[in-house]
């Protein structure tokens, strides 16, 4: 909450008459101090009813926030209980809100409102709930000053005079008394030398609509006290500032634990406490996020150690998930999640996937981890086998909260990947092509395409859009091993051998929105590149080939992390890495369609993909992830 902090002193009036005030022994610039006057800070909490049970949860955590807060004291504007119900449970439902308001460190007050007042059930009487509340809470409307300031309480559901009727969308029962209305004029009169006058009530009813025109002589006797300030109201479960009418500002407040239609701060909808700074000439006002006031002095060396601990913490599976084309899964796995703090941690577990296919029973997990102890689970999890784009493995999220210093904090864990062995021999392929939007690339990894020293070949066939600059087509390098590469479109094959990159670069550039073939060869004893068939370079070189533990990137350039980079705007197909010089002499003829052999380590001939995975047709089942924005494109898209 530093930037409330950096807002709240840049709102300071400022005073340069007071040279005084400040101590130095030494020249410098002038400092400005502030006013010394009766500046003070008052909150106000919205509507706690109409939501879930557990919103007083949220109630308490408003309290704590503003106890860290600390104004003078706090207002609400009514609905306080859910109400709606006969005397017992109002009675529990009473004691619930003044057991959590009454751990506010300030005075507070309470405003009716008809989740208050409205009685529903048998035994009800005209005065409904009014009874309850005033024995409990307060009189209906009510005044009481502080710091020569004037806050005015008033009562929006006295009900149609002639039927008896409450109601907040009948005008009829949208009406002030004569005697709220009397009383009000003389509390006004009466608080004419007041600095600023605060008026609260439950329903707005300077909105018209169903609360009749009624407010319109209340308004007058606002103005015309001339002091009156601002006026709160809560009920529509929306923060909305109505703007300064005839100098009086309307302001309607959203909720503290109450119902909300979604969550949207931006809009409007949120749990919150709202602040007002009294000053002798203006107000200030500032909405505050419930839960988003921190105490500096929480903390400490062990809570942040305890913070630490959770965020390296990971649910882990006792068994991996075998996944196998058209073949279901079903089976029940064991998830265990260690405590490593000093405190009970309250975990919450999902089975996430972008596969809206798979289930898992239950698909919730809400339970308390004693210090130091393990939650075991079983999980029954399910799939139907298809092996598509759509498919993707599932993982566990988990979020561990902990009670300290009087706060509730929530802390993400590690991520927790269910274990998956995927069998992609009879996976569902199709004609497609590998798209590099510019970004991103196919990862191979690199345990899946360890090869000794000797020969090799590596080939592509590429269809550029953009080869502007460095770009890589299929690169494993990082001062070692071996790429294909093109600069400003043209293409060179470079293998580290020994101790620097030996490297047969070709003349021409590609030509755009083409199909080329592509392939460098090492042959021992020369590098070669092969550019349609045509041999267009060949450079002598021999040695060992300097290796790394990098993953070979196609449609890119690999980064000393093992991420792509330097990636082009086009499509790749066909790629192979064979144990073997494929090719020699000055021409040969490339096959559109690259077929496995023994000598084949890598094949990605991108016939459709398995969820992020794109199959390797060869032995090694060196499977491509896709990242970045990489994608399959049919060939009915991708036309060649």
Same mark, same amino acid.
């Given at each position: 909450?530093?930037?409330?902090?950096?807002?709240?002193?840049?709102?300071?009036?400022?005073?340069?008459?007071?040279?005084?005030?400040?101590?130095?022994?030494?020249?410098?610039?002038?400092?400005?101090?502030?006013?010394?006057?009766?500046?003070?800070?008052?909150?106000?909490?919205?509507?706690?009813?109409?939501?879930?049970?557990?919103?007083?949860?949220?109630?308490?955590?408003?309290?704590?926030?503003?106890?860290?807060?600390?104004?003078?004291?706090?207002?609400?504007?009514?609905?306080?209980?859910?109400?709606?119900?006969?005397?017992?449970?109002?009675?529990?439902?009473?004691?619930?809100?003044?057991?959590?308001?009454?751990?506010?460190?300030?005075?507070?007050?309470?405003?009716?409102?008809?989740?208050?007042?409205?009685?529903?059930?048998?035994?009800?009487?005209?005065?409904?709930?009014?009874?309850?509340?005033?024995?409990?809470?307060?009189?209906?409307?009510?005044?009481?000053?502080?710091?020569?300031?004037?806050?005015?309480?008033?009562?929006?559901?006295?009900?149609?005079?002639?039927?008896?009727?409450?109601?907040?969308?009948?005008?009829?029962?949208?009406?002030?008394?004569?005697?709220?209305?009397?009383?009000?004029?003389?509390?006004?009169?009466?608080?004419?030398?007041?600095?600023?006058?605060?008026?609260?009530?439950?329903?707005?009813?300077?909105?018209?609509?169903?609360?009749?025109?009624?407010?319109?002589?209340?308004?007058?006797?606002?103005?015309?006290?001339?002091?009156?300030?601002?006026?709160?109201?809560?009920?529509?479960?929306?923060?909305?500032?109505?703007?300064?009418?005839?100098?009086?500002?309307?302001?309607?407040?959203?909720?503290?634990?109450?119902?909300?239609?979604?969550?949207?701060?931006?809009?409007?909808?949120?749990?919150?406490?709202?602040?007002?700074?009294?000053?002798?000439?203006?107000?200030?006002?500032?909405?505050?996020?419930?839960?988003?006031?921190?105490?500096?002095?929480?903390?400490?060396?062990?809570?942040?150690?305890?913070?630490?601990?959770?965020?390296?913490?990971?649910?882990?599976?006792?068994?991996?998930?075998?996944?196998?084309?058209?073949?279901?899964?079903?089976?029940?796995?064991?998830?265990?999640?260690?405590?490593?703090?000093?405190?009970?941690?309250?975990?919450?577990?999902?089975?996430?996937?972008?596969?809206?296919?798979?289930?898992? *029973?239950? &698909?919730?997990?809400?339970?308390? #981890?004693?210090? /130091?102890?393990?939650?075991?689970? @079983? =999980?029954? +999890?399910? $799939?139907?086998?298809?092996?598509?784009?759509?498919?993707?493995?599932? *993982?566990? &999220?988990?979020?561990?909260?902990? #009670?300290?210093? /009087?706060?509730?904090?929530?802390? @993400? =864990?590690? +991520?927790? $990947?269910?274990?998956?062995?995927?069998?992609?021999?009879?996976?569902?392929?199709?004609?497609?092509?590998?798209?590099?939007?510019?970004? /991103?690339?196919?990862?191979?990894?690199?345990?899946?395409?360890?090869?000794?020293?000797?020969?090799?070949?590596?080939?592509?066939?590429?269809?550029?859009?953009?080869?502007?600059?460095?770009?890589?087509?299929?690169?494993?390098?990082?001062?070692?091993?071996?790429?294909?590469?093109?600069?400003?479109?043209?293409?060179?094959?470079?293998?580290?051998?020994?101790?620097?990159?030996?490297?047969?670069?070709?003349?021409?550039?590609?030509?755009?929105?083409?199909?080329?073939?592509?392939?460098?060869?090492?042959?021992?004893?020369?590098?070669?590149?092969?550019?349609?068939?045509?041999?267009?370079?060949?450079?002598?070189?021999?040695?060992?080939?300097?290796?790394?533990?990098?993953?070979?990137?196609?449609?890119?350039?690999?980064?000393?992390?093992?991420?792509?980079?330097?990636?082009?705007?086009?499509?790749?197909?066909?790629?192979?890495?064979?144990?073997?010089?494929?090719?020699?002499?000055?021409?040969?003829?490339?096959?559109?369609?690259?077929?496995?052999?023994?000598?084949?380590?890598?094949?990605?001939?991108?016939?459709?993909?398995?969820?992020?995975?794109?199959?390797?047709?060869?032995?090694?089942?060196?499977?491509?992830?896709?990242?970045?924005?990489?994608?399959?494109?049919?060939?009915?898209?991708?036309?060649?």
């Amino acid at each position: 909450m530093l930037h409330v902090l950096i807002v709240a002193l840049a709102l300071l009036p400022i005073s340069t008459d007071n040279a005084s005030r400040v101590l130095k022994n030494r020249d410098g610039a002038t400092l400005a101090l502030p006013e010394e006057d009766e500046t003070f800070v008052f909150a106000v909490f919205g509507d706690r009813t109409g939501g879930d049970p557990v919103g007083i949860e949220v109630l308490r955590q408003a309290v704590a926030d503003t106890n860290l807060l600390e104004p003078d004291l706090v207002m609400t504007v009514g609905d306080l209980v859910q109400g709606y119900n006969t005397r017992p449970l109002w009675m529990l439902q009473m004691g619930e809100f003044k057991t959590a308001m009454n751990d506010l460190s300030m005075p507070w007050f309470p405003v009716a409102g008809n989740h208050d007042i409205y009685w529903r059930g048998p035994g009800r009487t005209s005065q409904e709930h009014e009874g309850d509340y005033e024995a409990h809470f307060a009189p209906l409307w009510y005044a009481f000053d502080h710091k020569d300031c004037r806050f005015i309480v008033l009562y929006t559901d006295e009900g149609d005079p002639k039927t008896g009727k409450r109601s907040f969308g009948d005008p009829a029962a949208q009406r002030m008394s004569k005697g709220q209305f009397d009383w009000l004029r003389d509390t006004l009169a009466s608080a004419s030398g007041k600095r600023h006058v605060f008026v609260f009530l439950h329903h707005p009813r300077w909105r018209g609509g169903g609360y009749g025109d009624d407010w319109s002589k209340v308004h007058k006797l606002l103005v015309d006290a001339g002091n009156v300030s601002g006026v709160f109201a809560g009920h529509v479960h929306r923060l909305q500032h109505d703007g300064a009418i005839d100098g009086i500002e309307y302001m309607s407040l959203a909720t503290v634990g109450g119902h909300l239609r979604e969550h949207l701060p931006a809009g409007g909808w949120l749990d919150h406490v709202l602040l007002v700074t009294v000053r002798d000439d203006h107000t200030t006002m500032a909405t505050v996020p419930v839960g988003g006031v921190m105490n500096p002095r929480a903390f400490t060396a062990e809570h942040l150690a305890r913070v630490e601990a959770l965020r390296t913490t990971a649910p882990s599976v006792s068994s991996t998930l075998a996944c196998q084309n058209k073949r279901p899964v079903q089976e029940t796995i064991e998830v265990s999640l260690e405590n490593p703090t000093t405190l009970p941690l309250q975990v919450d577990l999902h089975l996430r996937s972008t596969d809206s296919r798979w289930s898992c *029973t239950p &698909d919730h997990v809400h339970e308390t #981890i004693a210090p /130091g102890d393990t939650l075991r689970l @079983p =999980l029954h +999890v399910q $799939h139907p086998g298809t092996l598509d784009a759509a498919w993707a493995a599932p *993982t566990i &999220d988990a979020t561990a909260a902990f #009670i300290d210093g /009087g706060a509730r904090w929530s802390v @993400p =864990l590690a +991520v927790g $990947h269910l274990p998956v062995q995927l069998d992609l021999k009879a996976w569902p392929s199709r004609p497609a092509s590998l798209d590099v939007p510019g970004s /991103g690339g196919l990862v191979v990894p690199a345990e899946s395409i360890a090869i000794d020293d000797g020969p090799i070949t590596l080939e592509c066939w590429v269809k550029p859009r953009d080869l502007n600059g460095r770009r890589g087509l299929v690169a494993k390098t990082e001062q070692s091993e071996y790429a294909i590469f093109a600069s400003n479109g043209v293409p060179y094959f470079s293998v580290f051998l020994g101790d620097t990159y030996v490297e047969a670069h070709a003349q021409e550039a590609l030509a755009l929105n083409e199909w080329h073939h592509i392939a460098g060869v090492f042959d021992g004893s020369e590098v070669r590149l092969y550019v349609d068939g045509v041999n267009v370079a060949a450079t002598k070189g021999s040695g060992k080939r300097r290796k790394n533990n990098l993953p070979l990137i196609v449609g890119g350039d690999v980064d000393g992390n093992g991420k792509p980079t330097s990636a082009i705007d086009g499509l790749v197909d066909g790629v192979r890495l064979s144990t073997v010089a494929r090719y020699a002499g000055s021409r040969m003829t490339p096959h559109r369609r690259l077929r496995a052999d023994d000598s084949t380590k890598l094949l990605l001939n991108m016939d459709g993909r398995v969820g992020p995975w794109v199959p390797d047709a060869s032995k090694a089942a060196g499977h491509g992830l896709l990242q970045g924005g990489a994608t399959v494109v049919d060939d009915d898209v991708a036309v060649r």
